[in-house]
């Protein structure tokens, strides 16, 4: 490689830099050395999640957070931040309190984390609502007259504590089901009524989008785009069977998602091969060598 290849490498922007969507991933306890040659949004992987912060209930350990947190400060990057309000990898502590106790605590958490972090953009409100809710949403308010009415709650309670930020629900099993997306829609129909949701995060994970179909992927992004309300891909990943396998997944499936009018931002949870939560996922290798579906991905944006 040449001196000048080399130079150009180090300096190379994101890949949605000045589009008008951004294009980002998660980090874990530190910023991989090439993440800024790719991306110009981040999460969070694990860091942000309510039972690695506070895994007792006296004390707050914002650690992989803040790394996110202050990529973003640093870059000029978008911060989305996952999650409040979420069935799985809660506190332990969470269980054994009395119902009053158990909404001060979530309350108090919501508190913490918006007095932590000023630069919160976007945040994940609610997760995974019909897949694993809460364990402690009858403290919230149960289903109630809405049938929804702890994420009611829930999205009120943000709505007061990031008056700044975009407020998101997360799902995941929705892009490759219309059946799901109809019941999401009913959550979300019911939040945009009240004024209190902001945009609608569908995660288009690997046993998600492996094996569907461009069209079934439009077709359920009409369905949501129906709403109104801005669509995010919060969690994007693929692998297959070999790396040209990988390619051709995302050169169906990405597409539609990144040029629906209704879709402003597509996160991808992970990129190294080695360290993504599902083996197969990674588009770049560990020793940066770039896989055929980055190489696409990085034209394809360019052109897009
Ligand atoms: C969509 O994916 C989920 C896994 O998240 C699966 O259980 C479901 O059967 C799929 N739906 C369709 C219509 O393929």
Not at 75 to 91: A, M, R
Not at 139 to 158: K, P, R, Y
Not at 197 to 226: E, M, P, R, T, Y
């Amino acid at each position: 490689m040449t001196i000048l290849a080399l130079i150009v490498l180090s300096f190379s922007a994101p890949l949605a830099q000045g589009k008008s969507k951004f294009l980002g991933n998660i980090v874990g306890s530190s910023v991989p050395s090439n993440y800024n040659n790719y991306w110009n949004q981040v999460t969070p992987e694990n860091g942000g999640k309510w039972g690695s912060v506070q895994s007792s209930q006296g004390s707050f350990n914002w650690r992989d957070a803040e790394v996110a947190a202050n990529w973003a400060k640093s870059n000029g990057g978008i911060f989305k931040y996952h999650c409040l309000v979420w069935g799985s990898q809660e506190p332990g502590w969470i269980g054994g309190l009395s119902n009053d106790a158990k909404k001060a605590a979530v309350l108090a958490w919501i508190n913490a984390v918006a007095a932590h972090f000023t630069n919160i953009q976007y945040i994940d409100v609610v997760n995974e609502a019909l897949h694993a809710p809460a364990s402690y949403r009858e403290a919230l308010g149960g289903s109630g007259s809405t049938g929804w009415d702890w994420i009611v709650w829930s999205f009120t309670e943000a709505k007061r504590a990031f008056p700044g930020a975009k407020l998101l629900i997360n799902e995941y099993g929705i892009i490759n089901d219309s059946n799901e997306a109809r019941q999401y829609i009913e959550i979300i129909n019911i939040l945009k009524n009240k004024g209190l949701i902001d945009g609608i995060g569908i995660q288009c994970h690997q046993f998600n989008v492996n094996s569907l179909s461009a069209a079934s992927a439009k077709s359920v992004l009409d369905q949501l785009a129906a709403t109104g309300i801005p669509i995010f891909s919060s969690e994007f990943d693929a692998n297959g069977n070999s790396e040209a396998d990988q390619a051709a997944i995302y050169q169906r499936i990405f597409p539609p998602i990144w040029e629906h009018a209704s879709v402003k931002g597509v996160t991808l949870w992970g990129y190294i091969t080695g360290t993504t939560w599902k083996d197969g996922t990674g588009i770049v290798e560990s020793d940066g060598r770039e896989r055929q579906a980055m190489t696409w991905l990085k034209q394809y944006i360019a052109s897009h």
